[in-house]
Structure formats: C-alpha cells, structure tokens
C-alpha cells in the first residue's frame, strides 16, 4: 500500500485500526524521498535516524494502547527557518551553514510532545527572502508538478515536499505570502494564521511585524490539524496572542450557508491571467451554489501594498539580520583582519544577492533624513491598508481572491528582475500588513496542467470562518488530490 500517499486524517484511521504503523509510513516516506529529492531538491537535510526512531517510540505507544493524539506517529517536514536541537538550521543561507541550534522552536516543541516524526529540514529562499526558492543558499527547489518550474516560496521546499509526497504535512512561514504563494504554485493547501495566532519564539526572524508560521498540508482538514498543533499563546513570545485557540475541526462541516464572500475589484485587475481569473470565478459559482452570497467590495489602498512592504520588510530585515557577524554564530570569514574587517568579510562571503539588496534597501531606508520619506510613510501607509479590509469586513465575511497572479513560472524566468519577482505577492502582501489570516488552497489546474489556488482571507482571528468556507469549497471542487506525475 501506498502508505507516503495519504493525509493525516488517513493515516489516523488505519493508525487507529493497526493497519499501518508509524515506521512503516516513515520508511516510505524517507524512501521517497531518497528516490525524488536529487531532483526535486525540497530538503536540506535529511534525519532518517531520528525520525526512525521517533517512529518507533510512537508504534511503541500504539501498542500499549496509547496515543498523543492525532499527530502521533506522522512525518512533518520543517522549513529549515524553525530551530532544531542538534541539527543543522541553515536558514537557507550560507552563513548559517554549520550552525547547529541548541534549543526547539516552540512551534518544534509542541509538534515533537504531540508524537510528530521529523524526516527533515526543507529548502528555503535565503532568510525567507524570495518567490520562487532560487535564493536559496544551496540551490532551488524543483516543482514537482513541472521540474523546469518554480515551486514558489519562500517556503518553496515545504509546498514541493508535500506535493511530491516527501512527508505528509509541513510547517513553514510568511511574511508576504511565502506559505500561500508556493501552496498555490505546487497544488497544496497553505494557511498564514492571524497575526501572533502562532508562537515565533525559535524561529529565524526576517521581518517582526510580518512573519507568522503556518502549515502546508494535503488537504483543508490536515491543514485544521497541523494549525490546531501549533497556535496558542507562549509566554516566550510577546506578541503571540493570550486567547484559547478554538476547535478548528469543528469548523470544518459549519457550511457557508448566508455568508458573505466579498470579491475586491482591485485584486481582479484588467491584465490578469485569464485562465487564474476563471479558476476564481469558478469558486465563486461554487461557494454561491452551497449558499454564500458574492458582494462586491473595495480595498482602494491596493496598489500600494507591494511598495510599502518593500519599505517595511527590508528596514526590519537590515536590523534583524545584523546578528550574522561572524563572532555570535555560523560562518566566520578567516580573511578578517580585526573585528571591523571580519564582520564586512563574513557579511560579503556569507549573505546572497538578494539578502544584500534588502539589508542596502533597509539601512537607507531607515537612516536619518530618509526615515520620514520611507519607513514613517510606509507605516501610514501599511494603516490605511488595515482600514480598507476593516471597512470591507463591515459588509463581508470573507474575502476571496487569487493567490498568485500565475501558475508557476519558469526557472530563471524572473530572477534578473527583481520587481516581477516581487510581484508574485501582489495579493498576498496586504494580508500580512494587516495582520490577517489567509488560506490558499488548490482551485484547478491550467490547460498545461499546473495547479492554480484561490485564495481566501478572514477578519483577525477568523481562522473558523476561513476553513468552514475552505473545507466547502474543497469537497466541490473535487480536487481528489491530483498527483503530479513524477
Ligand atoms: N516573496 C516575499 C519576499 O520576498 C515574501 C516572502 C515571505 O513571505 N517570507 O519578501
């Protein structure tokens, strides 16, 4: 039996019957992945020993009759930002290349007390920095549903692992789009919680008023599963919201009978893609058909979402990337010659081209005489952005749009012009600077056959409301989780 195929949820009933054991799915799925990731290239390090042994521990507590619930005994990939004891976090970048963490992510903690297997830690743009994995300090992720295709990213090496059945489900994190934007590119379902749903304590920071961690996963209910693992409020990190985290199961089957599913005419501009917008206006027929009610909104601060967290992202990334010296931790050039010069030679060799631009973009940005110009304007800005969805909130419930402008683009397509590359978030940036949760999840597929998501946003805290909705459109589309051919 094709064991490495199925969702969470699957794996639970035969788990839950004995017809499957933890170390027979982990097997599977780390043979997998030694037969497709020399091409696909998801992971970054693979720890077939200790997940091994985690799966043995968990068919141990099977069979005495005991279980830590509904994670126990399932392989979850890690996008190699999470902080891992005693093994290699790289952060996808070269100056971080031996650095070996000595303590969890709270995210990693939780996941590992609740049975999780850990096969490995998955590709990434550098320091999260990126749309399509190529910044990776340790070369791109391929697509699995196409390998002369981007996966997407940031969190490229997550989205290509799930679709390629490399684990069952993965953690990964955005900051403008990069769990969506590669869910979307690779045909899974990507969820960015509310702002401070989920713990960062442990998790490598690029860009403080905009990460947040999330899961990329098979289907909407693994999706529900995963986020139910993760959220809650940890007293290590202050932002992480003080709320009891709901039952996202129980909102799965709620329906979306009388809700309002708002479509911003910004976000369906004259030059998109035809074949994303029919994917989108599919939805919408659907969601309608089950008993939503399309109304249309405005979000008029649109167009200057891309360029104000272009401000943002990098100011908070220059301050958050000046620990990578050379003398607290990772790569110390030998070149130095004292401390000055050791921090420019480990700062030149170890940080990629992109991880440079920022940091040049942030220092300037942030520096006096220019910080009333950018940064200042920028945060204004980033609120007007947050009025336009709270006003939009007041006459919808929810908020459907594409995901990406385009299915997956081709390798090299975009990487000598850094502003197309930026583009790819066009809708998935507002989200973050407003602190909302979005999901994408996968809608059809194009006539070349690369998977197209839509993408769907809640009021703060609206995580419920988002996967009732998720989770109807879903058993329409009938997506029956199309493999890639590989
Ligand atoms: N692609 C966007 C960027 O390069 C978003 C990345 C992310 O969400 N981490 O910044």
């Given at each position: 039996m094709e064991l490495f195929r199925l969702t969470i949820h699957e794996l639970n009933e035969l788990y839950r019957e004995k017809k499957a054991s933890p170390v027979e799915v982990t097997r599977q799925v780390l043979s997998r992945v030694e037969k497709l990731d020399p091409e696909i290239h998801a992971y970054l390090t693979v720890t077939a020993d200790s997940a091994l042994k985690e799966a043995r521990d968990a068919e141990e507590r099977f069979s005495r009759g005991e279980s830590r619930g509904l994670l126990d005994g399932i392989p979850v990939g890690l996008k190699d930002i999470f902080l891992t004891r005693g093994v290699k976090t790289t952060c996808g970048s070269r100056i971080l290349e031996n650095f070996v963490p000595p303590f969890d992510a709270t995210v990693v903690e939780k996941l590992r007390s609740q049975g999780a297997v850990f096969p490995g830690k998955l590709n990434m743009d550098e320091f999260a920095m990126g749309s399509s994995n190529e910044n990776s300090g340790f070369g791109p992720t391929r697509n699995p549903w196409d390998r002369e295709r981007v996966p997407g990213g940031s969190s490229g090496g997550s989205a290509a692992a799930v679709a390629a059945d490399e684990c069952v489900a993965a953690l990964g994190t955005d900051t403008g789009g990069s769990i969506r934007q590669p869910a979307s590119l690779c045909g899974v379902v990507g969820v960015k919680p509310t702002y401070g749903r989920v713990s960062r304590y442990g998790v490598i920071a690029f860009a403080s008023s905009l990460d947040q961690v999330g899961p990329l996963a098979k289907d909407v209910e693994d999706a529900a599963i995963m986020l139910q693992a993760v959220a809650g409020h940890d007293p290590r990190d202050s932002t992480s919201i003080p709320q009891p985290v709901p039952d996202y199961r129980k909102s799965l089957r709620a329906g979306v009978k009388g809700i309002r599913v708002g479509l911003a005419r910004e976000y369906f501009p004259p030059g998109l893609d035809l074949e994303v917008n029919g994917v989108v206006q599919d939805s919408v027929r659907l969601l309608e058909k089950l008993g939503a009610r399309p109304v249309s909104i405005s979000l008029?601060?649109?167009?200057y979402a891309v360029a104000c967290y272009y401000i943002i992202a990098p100011a908070e990334a220059s301050s958050n990337l000046a620990r990578y010296d050379g003398v607290k931790y990772g790569l110390r050039s030998s070149q130095g010659k004292g401390l000055i010069d050791t921090y420019f030679q480990t700062r030149t060799a170890g940080f990629g081209h992109e991880v440079k631009r920022r940091i040049m973009i942030g220092t300037y940005t942030l520096s006096s005489g220019y910080y009333d110009a950018y940064y200042r304007k920028a945060q204004a800005v980033r609120t007007l952005i947050r009025r336009d969805f709270e006003n939009a909130f007041k006459e919808c419930d929810l908020i459907l749009t594409p995901t990406s402008p385009t299915p997956a683009f081709k390798l090299g397509e975009k990487t000598t012009d850094p502003l197309q590359m930026y583009l790819s978030d066009i809708f998935t940036i507002p989200v973050n600077l407003a602190g909302l949760p979005g999901l994408s999840l996968p809608g059809g597929v194009s006539r070349t056959g690369l998977p197209i998501g839509v993408h769907l946003i809640g009021p703060p805290l609206g995580e419920e409301k988002i996967f009732s909705a998720a989770y109807a459109l879903e058993s329409e589309i009938k997506w029956e989780r199309r493999i890639p051919e590989l």
């Open positions: 008029p601060h649109t167009d």
